[in-house]
């Protein structure tokens, strides 16, 4: 056995096989469908808690990726907590309802009703007013309302007329014709009985004259006193008339409210509002005028009502059924998709009346807080922070526990059109966030409120273990999904195919993933594939072709990167050797694709004191994880080869044609390679890629995309021409992680392609250089022959040549500390 086959991995350990003689079915028809959730035990706990728990301040906030079941899981226990609660206590919602205040028309009052009575509180209302109008109608059409309303009329023209004539009489006495017209009344002189011309009255004698005017004077007083009785006459007559049509009225009314006051008798604050239509109606018989035939200026008119009441003069007798619960059985679960400050909290619209902007109580909507009130709301917690506004309201209304309905504009600080500002509603209810660990911590740092108001957190894990009953889960799910989505069923083969998938997406061997959702898409896609053969069932080649297939519709850039290297504009060789230059990888993450590349990365070493230079951080290209990765390098180095004489090495480390920057310590232990290839001037063998961390003990440490980076340089090296001695060097504790594509499997099993799996940087550089890095004694000196001896040996040199330049400038020191004196310098 060579040295490389000690730390070559088999076929067989670089990819996990579902065995589908596992499973004792022919296809998924036969599969009894997914009913629980699988492996979120923790969230579902939390979950159960939280919903179980009547407190304040218990909200839930869920936490996990997307498509790990959280939004099917809450629902799903939601439904089932209401069955349960309406069982237990028979637990019911209640219905609420925006009505006119007849104190504050500004201020719009809440009705609370058992559910369904809403609807009812409308419809009776609507029918009352309809009520009202026959039955004033009838009662102001009836022969005696018009006899008793001629009477009181002619008592008053009765009074009147003998009011007038005592005045005309008197006039009359005094010489003088009383004349009246619509505006006004006037006094006219007579001359032997008959109205006097202005020549005549300038014609009396200047006594005649006076005592005209005289008699002028002190009847135009008596005419005053008489207008003044008559307005009072004709006020009591309309007062008279008034109360005659209210007696009326009242009686007109008593059986349509009656009606309505018996079936809300169970609805203290319904009477109440009902009890204050039936005064807004008696005092506003103008409403009805074309029913009493009232005459106008006959109380207030319809201009002087509020321009919502001009449009519509019913108004006030109008039920805003604000939150109509009659369909709901138990309590409302509301999931909110756009958690905007209009959607979750309600408007208040507006509609244009005679050229303004008006607005009433009947045009008030309720948002997603009031529709799941009494119950649950469901909603994205990333789109509730972000909204404008929306995170500042719900505290409040969590707080006071109350839902106000206000202009979105005057949560934000700016001034709303004046309006409506509606008394609030009381609000009780559970809210479910759905985020991630990320929001959450953010949330929780930087604002205290967040764990006052959200004090139940449910984490969905987004792996599970890998055993056999979760891969009978897994067919479950499946058969779930080909039944809810019309799918072709899966033969046992295709399951199997589905489930390494599973364990492919989370790179580990013992465990699958649980972003069913992207699961389920995959199950779509194997099944389009399936169809477009004619196959009956969905086989495993076409879960491999769908995957293939999603691969090569994002791969672009990647297959770019690949050419350039494949024609030489990106330097990297894959084969033969070289002093100080090592293959590392890379994965490039874009989002909806991760793959893996080779990068060169050199190392150049020479005397100096500046230690560790990396040309990355320099030029600003690299991450902090990086930087920290290449300061432990100069720990390893000191450990190991300067513990009897001081470091003194300047050392360059490049990736060479990266202009983009770059992050993590996958790539330290390759520098670690390169710099003692280069200190030792031991060639690399340039057919290996190398991948690991590495600390300052010398051990090789775990890295992420094991899987990319493999297939990213298995990618490359079958473009320019496999060998059989390339392939790629991963720290032996990913070796679990290899779920590799079948491709590179079969490979590896021609020994076209290896890996190996080293857990140390001794193993890793014998495993490059063929030379054994060797063991220092107490001495700190290696044994002749290792790597570390020639290492050792250069570093001294190097030392000794730094210490040697030292000595030189401090001779020139001594020699040439000799001032200059006068006109000379250095003369004796």
């Given amino acids: 056995m060579s040295e490389r086959d000690r730390f070559e991995l088999s076929a067989n350990a670089l990819r996990w096989r579902c065995d589908p003689e596992l499973f004792r079915f022919e296809s998924t028809a036969e ?46 226990f939601l439904q089932r907590t209401v069955v349960s609660k309406q069982a237990a206590d028979g637990y019911q919602v209640c219905d609420w309802c925006y009505v006119h205040n007849f104190d504050d028309a500004d201020h719009p009052l809440p009705l609370r009703l058992p559910r369904g009575r809403g609807s009812a509180l409308r419809s009776q209302m609507e029918a009352l007013v309809r009520d009202l109008r026959s039955s004033i109608t009838t009662s102001f059409a009836n022969e005696s309302y018009d006899n008793l309303r001629q009477k009181v009329i002619g008592v008053a023209q009765e009074k009147m007329q003998r009011l007038w004539t005592e005045v005309e009489q008197t006039a009359r006495r005094e010489g003088f014709l009383l004349q009246m017209s619509p505006t006004d009344v006037g006094l006219i002189p007579l001359i032997d009985d008959k109205p006097a011309t202005p020549e005549q009255v300038l014609a009396l004698s200047e006594e005649e004259q006076t005592g005209l005017q005289k008699r002028h004077a002190q009847l135009m007083e008596l005419v005053g006193e008489a207008m003044k009785k008559a307005h009072q006459l004709q006020h009591e007559g309309q007062e008279q008339l008034a109360q005659l049509d209210k007696s009326v009225t009242s009686m007109a009314v008593a059986g349509p409210f009656q009606q309505i006051e018996a079936a809300c008798k169970d609805l203290p604050d319904v009477l109440d509002y009902v009890e204050r239509v039936k005064g807004y109606t008696l005092e506003n018989l103008h409403l009805f005028a074309k029913a009493t035939g009232s005459q106008e200026g006959q109380g207030p008119q319809p201009l002087q009502l509020p321009l919502s009441m001009v449009e519509d003069p019913m108004r006030a007798y109008r039920v805003n059924v604000f939150v109509d619960n009659s369909r709901t059985s138990g309590a409302p679960i509301v999931v909110e998709y756009n958690p905007s400050f209009a959607n979750l909290f309600g408007r208040i619209e507006r509609r244009a009346v005679m050229g303004a902007m008006v ?45 106000r309905l206000e202009e979105g504009v005057e949560a934000l600080g700016l001034v709303a059109p004046s309006g409506l500002k509606p008394q609030p509603i009381p609000l009780e209810l559970k809210v479910i966030l759905l985020g991630d660990s990320q929001l959450y911590r953010l949330a929780s740092l930087g604002d205290e409120e ?24 897994y067919a479950s799910f499946i058969a779930t999904t080909c039944e809810a989505d019309k799918l072709l069923h899966f033969d046992r083969g295709g399951v199997a195919a589905a489930i390494e998938h599973g364990a492919r997406m989370v790179s580990d061997q013992n465990r699958l993933s649980t972003r069913f959702g992207q699961i389920r898409d995959l199950l779509v896609e194997a099944d389009f594939y399936a169809r477009a053969e004619g196959s009956p069932t969905v086989a495993a080649r076409h879960v491999r072709r769908a995957v293939e297939e999603k691969a090569l519709r994002v791969n672009l850039v990647q297959e770019r990167i690949r050419q350039m290297i494949t024609d030489g504009i990106i330097l990297v060789d894959v084969e033969g050797t070289a002093v100080g230059q090592v293959n590392g990888l890379a994965v490039y993450d874009l989002g909806d694709l991760a793959f893996g590349q080779p990068s060169r990365i050199t190392a150049r070493t020479f005397a100096g004191r500046t230690g560790v230079v990396n040309i990355e951080r320099e030029s600003q290209l690299s991450g902090k994880t990086h930087d920290k990765g290449v300061l432990i390098l100069t720990g390893f180095l000191g450990s190991r080869f300067a513990q009897g004489q001081p470091l003194s090495v300047s050392i360059s480390l490049c990736f060479e044609q990266s202009y983009e920057g770059i992050d993590g310590d996958s790539a330290s232990s390759t520098e670690l390679y390169a710099i003692l290839s280069s200190l ?125 330049t030292d000595k030189e400038r401090e001779g020139e020191g001594e020699t040439g500390a000799k001032p200059c004196r006068g006109d000379g310098c250095g003369k004796g």
């Avoid at 599969?31 to 808690?49: H, N």
């Avoid at 407190?55 to 809450?74: D, E, H, M, Q």
């Avoid at 967040?450 to 009978?472: L, N, P, S, Y």
């Avoid at 060097?729 to 491709?743: G, S, T, V, Y």
């Fill in 450 to 473: 967040f764990w006052e108001m959200f004090k139940v957190k449910a984490e969905f894990d987004q792996e599970i273990d890998r055993t056999d009953e979760r891969a009978h889960v």
């Fill in 31 to 76: 599969v009894t469908p997914l009913q629980e959730f699988v492996g979120q035990d923790r969230a579902l706990r939390a979950i159960e808690f939280g919903l179980s728990i009547d407190r304040p301040g218990y909200n839930i906030f869920v936490t996990g990726l997307s498509g790990t079941g959280r939004t099917s899981a809450i629902k799903s």
């Fill in 359 to 403: 607005t009433d109580h009947t045009l008030l909507k309720p948002g997603s807080l009031a529709l799941a009130n009494g119950g649950y709301l469901v909603t994205n917690a990333r789109d509730l922070f972000t909204a404008p506004g929306v995170w500042d309201g719900l505290k409040r209304a969590l707080r006071s526990k109350q839902l």
């Fill in 680 to 804: 030792s001037g031991q060639a690399i063998d340039q057919s290996l890629a190398v991948t690991g961390s590495v600390n300052q003990n010398g051990e090789i440490q775990a890295i992420g995309g094991v899987n990319e980076k493999v297939e990213g340089y298995y990618d490359v090296c079958l473009a320019k021409g496999l060998t059989g001695k390339q392939g790629v060097m991963i720290p032996k504790a990913n070796a679990r992680h290899l779920m590799l594509r079948p491709d590179i499997v079969d490979a590896v099993a021609a020994g076209k392609f290896h890996v190996y799996a080293v857990g140390s940087v001794a193993e890793g550089i014998e495993l490059l250089t063929g030379v054994p890095l060797g063991e220092p004694d107490g001495a700190g000196v290696y044994p002749e022959g290792t790597l570390g001896k020639r290492v050792g040996e250069r570093l001294a040199e190097l030392a000794k040549a730094v210490r040697g």
